[in-house]
């Protein structure tokens, strides 16, 4: 099929290869030259692994092709609306002026046999305003369904091809058999298919988002309980993770989310449930929101307990970007942890395996320093922000002739407790009692 996507960020540049990879003529398009120049020279501008190599396939087959404007020389049979939806800057809610913008010029090259297909998480009710608004400027009634992608950063091609679920919201049967064939190799495969009404289809997404964040949350929650009774948060999610119906997943206590998706979610959907009169349902996301911004500030008054005042004390932070296998640093706990430390006067030297160069000079009151060795030398603490397995492997031994305190915070409740306590460092894990 010939499919358009439009919007190259994280979900249209991933969509749309793996739009590519399942066999069909992908045009993908976005107004930023850079972007498109560089996804044309098989080039991903993000670290996504994987990514890459599938795109230089696709764009070897000619399967893909990326461009700034909206022509076509033939309209496509479906075009995915992958645009972002940032936190608006004056207020919580999701910004939706780039999906509209995006639809209005798309209406100029559309046929009424078209499907229209929006992708972004957006706030419930925002497709209908959608549909009109494009059959507004089209001058014909269009067809639109909603798809939402439940993609990961680290796993996103993965994600896209082999979905747990694939969720369709329509309003007419036409639209749903377009997405249908779209589709067809993964449904195929016997993966659930959730058909929907358009509403529903853009709820799920921002539900989702909100549950995981709420089970983040909730065990750190559980980790703020244990650091004032003596209890161990990592054993505790271990024991109630065994039920099947809370399961493990999504249970690891730390110093919480981060990235575009989950905070701006949580406070979008507040935000809309508010407007529609029903902000007291979802009134508890203001707590997850605050209860994953405590354990941020839990970080700073550790680092004040342990090394009393901050004003030029020596500090590592180990990792950047708000997970690892990404280089995303959106609302990312650790940069935030290092920034205030910085703020509060102590010399923060940062190290990432891959965010240093998006980072690039931002923020000069950072040191970045590439070499992990080089990074260690002379610190006073060590906080591990990212579980990069990079760090997972550090040898707690030689690393600690490096430094000039063997303390380490572990933000992330991934380091071997015993080995680095053998090697003589203090470790402070977040949430447990394993502090020696
Ligand atoms: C999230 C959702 O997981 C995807 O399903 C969704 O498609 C995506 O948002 C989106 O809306 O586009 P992502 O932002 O890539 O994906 O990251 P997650 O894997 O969800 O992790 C989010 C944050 O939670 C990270 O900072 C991670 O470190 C943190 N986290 C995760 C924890 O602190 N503890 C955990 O147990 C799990």
Redesign the pocket.
Known sequence: MKICVVGLG??GATHAVAMATLGHEVLGIDLDTNKVDYLNAGKVPFHEPGLQESLREALSTESVAFQTSFEMTEPASVIFICVGTPQTVSGKSADTSFVFSAGESLAKVITPETVVIGKS?VPVGTAAALRDRISEVAGFPIHLAWN???????T?LE?SLEPDRIVIGSWDDYSSQKLKEVYKPILDRGTPLVEVDVPTAELV?VA??AF??T??SF??AMAEIAEVSGADAVELAKAIGYDERIGN??????????????PK?IRGFVARAEELGAGEAVSFLKDVDAINQRRRARVLSLAAEELGELKNKKVLMLGLS??PD?D?MRD??PLDIALRLARAGAQVTVHDPVALSALGDKHPELIMEQDLSAAAKDQELVILG??WSEYKSIDPASFGDLVANKLIIDG?NVLDVASWQAAGWRLIALGRNVHN
């Open positions: 994280y979900l998480t939402p992608e439940f993609l990961r950063e680290g996103a994600d997404k989702a988002n995981l964040a089970k983040v065990i750190n997943k999504f249970l690891r206590n730390g110093i919480g989310f981060g990235g575009g998706c989950l979610d708000f997970k990404s995303d990312s706990p990212t579980e992330r």
